[in-house]
């Protein structure tokens, strides 16, 4: 069983960066994909970014490629979204979500994925 506990989110001015961040407890991180998803209100979930087990193979969104990046330490059993010039359309609860599967495996479905944060809020004023 893995827990994922997400942090870092809240409210920043539209242009300005926040880090987001995925704790994850249970054993054998390391053998996780992960993926960052976001749901706005009256939407669906979405995915934003993906990233293997060992953090060699990433997938974006497009409406995020550029702007966002996802990272992991293994050691810290961590996963990061660094988001960059942050637009009001980002306002969004942003989850955590894992899977076991090692080698290339990365997903932009959330079918694919057996884990799931509580989510963190950020809002991006304009």
């Known amino acids: 069983q893995v827990q994922l506990v997400e942090s870092g989110g809240g409210l920043v001015q539209a242009g300005g960066s926040l880090r987001v961040s995925c704790a994850a407890s249970?054993?054998?991180?390391?053998?996780?994909?992960m993926g960052w998803f976001r749901q706005a209100p009256g939407k669906e979930r979405e995915f934003v970014a993906g990233?293997?087990?060992?953090?060699?193979?990433?997938y974006y969104a497009d409406s995020v490629k550029g702007r966002f990046t996802i990272s992991r330490d293994n050691a810290k059993s961590t996963v990061y979204l660094q988001m960059s010039t942050l637009k009001p359309e980002d306002t969004a609860v942003y989850y955590c979500?894992?899977?076991?599967?090692?080698?290339?495996?990365?997903?932009?479905?959330?079918?694919?994925?057996?884990?799931w944060g509580q989510g963190t809020q950020v809002t991006v004023s304009s």
């Open positions: 979500a894992a899977t076991n599967q090692q080698n290339d495996f990365v997903s932009r479905s959330l079918q694919s994925y057996d884990y």
């Open positions: 990233m293997n087990w060992n953090g060699g193979i990433t």
């Open positions: 249970g054993r054998f991180f390391s053998n996780f994909a």
